[in-house]
Structure formats: structure tokens, C-alpha cells
């Protein structure tokens, strides 16, 4: 038996030869990957391009500041202290592609990456100066109605929170629950977005009295479900409530 310096000196070469034989395949196509996750044309992206507003992540017009405050979120303040997301939820990204094949292609396995990607984005964030969690962070996913759940077959939101929770070492709880049901976001016939989700979630107070929140969604689009989720925390107690989504729709 060689001694462990010996043998963990050879694991970068050992890495490199099965790199030759078994080349990293990308997670969504299977295509050789430029990575260690996607091919060339599905590359996931490390966070939002352009000057985004500092609390929302909405794109602002090419000359105003990075960090600068949307017209929306002036005149509506979203109820939480800032949103981190890998990118846009655009119709030619390969962000949407990916969620698409996770939430409606049957290929739950893709949290994994997708956790991954946004995790390591997040943790570098960290060292750039973002806001990081501390001692009493938490991640709360968005909760999920039951009927929707048996639906859809899985929890989107609890299963990113869970595999960030691993990634990251910032403890998970379901500190949310739903109250009532509420038809999908945007859809035809329902009244506006704010009103559907309004009350629509209550916090649990002993999972959330005097943490930092950190609420977890895969695509945030209006605000109103985590502005309304940000409000059910805070009546629960939660110190501060921020937001980590994997995409922020082109929508307002």
C-alpha cells in the first residue's frame, strides 16, 4: 500500500487520464463537455450580464449604474433586501432550456447541476463582497401546494434548496407553508399576480424567528410570489429576507 501523500499525489493525473478515456459528457445533451457540466452551446451562465437593479436583478437601460434601484422596485419596494440568480430566463437562453428539462422533461436528475452552477455563483459572491449568510441563515424554498405537488410529481423548489443546502453547508428548512391554492402565475383568466399570491403563504415562527431567510425558487418573473412569501416570513419573525433563484424572467 503506498502512503496517502504518495497516493493523493497522483490523483490530478489520475483525473486527467479518465478525463481521455470517459470525456465529461454535458448533464443536458450528452455532447462532449467544455466543462465540467455543459457543452459549448449549453453553458450555463455565472450570474446576470449587464447593470441589473440591486434589488430585483431586472436589466437596467445600458448607461445607468450596476446596483442601482428599477423604477419598479422605487415604486414598489419588493419586501426583501436583494435577489441573486445565475442569469436570465430569456427565450433563446440556455438557463430556460435546462429548467424546461428539469420541471417539465421528466430529468430531476438536472438539480444536481443546476444546484451546482448556482451554488458555486453564490459562494463567489461571497469573496466579490456580495452579502453572505451568516450563523443563522437558512434556505426556505418557496412552498409548493399539495395539489400542485401531485401534479407536477416533486417539489422544485425544496429539492434546489436541499441540494444548494449540500453544496454550501447553509442549513434548509421549510419555513413556509401555503395557505391556500392559487391558480399558476400569469395564466388566462386570473386576476392579477400580486392578488393571487396575496396571504397566500404563512411562515413558521419556530423555524424562522431571528434568521437571515434566504428564499430558493427556480425562475423569479413579477416579484409578487417572493415578495409575498418575503412578507410571511418577516410577520414570522425572520430578522432579514433575501431571494436565490437559478433565473430572473424578462418580465415585469
Known amino acids: ?43 450555463l451562465p455565472s450570474g446576470p450580464e449587464g447593470p441589473r437593479c ?12 450596476d446596483g442601482y434601484r428599477c423604477s419598479g422596485c422605487t415604486r414598489r419596494p419588493p ?8 442569469g436570465d430566463y430569456g427565450p433563446e437562453s440556455a438557463l430556460r432550456e435546462w429548467i424546461l428539462a428539469w420541471k417539465h422533461g421528466g430529468r430531476g436528475f438536472l438539480v444536481e447541476p443546476l444546484a451546482e452552477a ?3 455563483y453564490w459562494i463567489a459572491g461571497w469573496s466579490a463582497g456580495a452579502v453572505r449568510p451568516d450563523c ?21 423548489a425544496a429539492e434546489l ?4 443546502s449540500e ?16 391558480s399558476a402565475q400569469g395564466s388566462p383568466g386570473a386576476v392579477s399576480r400580486a392578488a393571487n399570491v396575496r396571504e397566500a403563504f404563512a ?25 409575498a412569501c418575503a412578507a410571511a416570513a418577516r410577520r414570522a419573525g425572520a430578522r432579514q429576507v433575501r431571494v436565490l433563484a437559478l433565473a430572473r424572467a424578462l418580465l415585469r
Open 118 to 120: 448556482l451554488g458555486a
Open 161 to 164: 434548496a436541499r441540494a444548494i
Open 54 to 65: 440591486g434589488l430585483c436583478r431586472a436589466a437596467l437601460p445600458e448607461l445607468m449604474p
Open 203 to 227: 411562515g413558521r415562527p419556530q423555524l424562522l424567528r431571528g434568521c437571515q431567510v434566504w428564499l430558493v425558487d427556480d425562475v423569479v418573473a413579477s416579484g409578487s410570489t417572493v415578495a
Open 1 to 43: 500500500m503506498f502512503p496517502l501523500p504518495v497516493r493523493e499525489s497522483w490523483r490530478p493525473a489520475l483525473a486527467d487520464v479518465l478525463d481521455v478515456i470517459y470525456p465529461p459528457q454535458c448533464w443536458l445533451c450528452g455532447a462532449e463537455a467544455a466543462d465540467a457540466l455543459a457543452c459549448g452551446d449549453h453553458r
Open 167 to 182: 453544496r454550501t453547508g447553509v442549513a434548509c428548512a421549510a419555513g413556509l407553508r401555503r395557505r391556500r391554492y392559487t
Open 136 to 156: 443563522d441563515a437558512r434556505l426556505v424554498p418557496v412552498p409548493l401546494h399539495p395539489v400542485r405537488h401531485l401534479e407536477r410529481g416533486f417539489d422544485q
Open 79 to 86: 419586501g426583501h433586501l436583494g435577489l441573486e440568480c445565475l
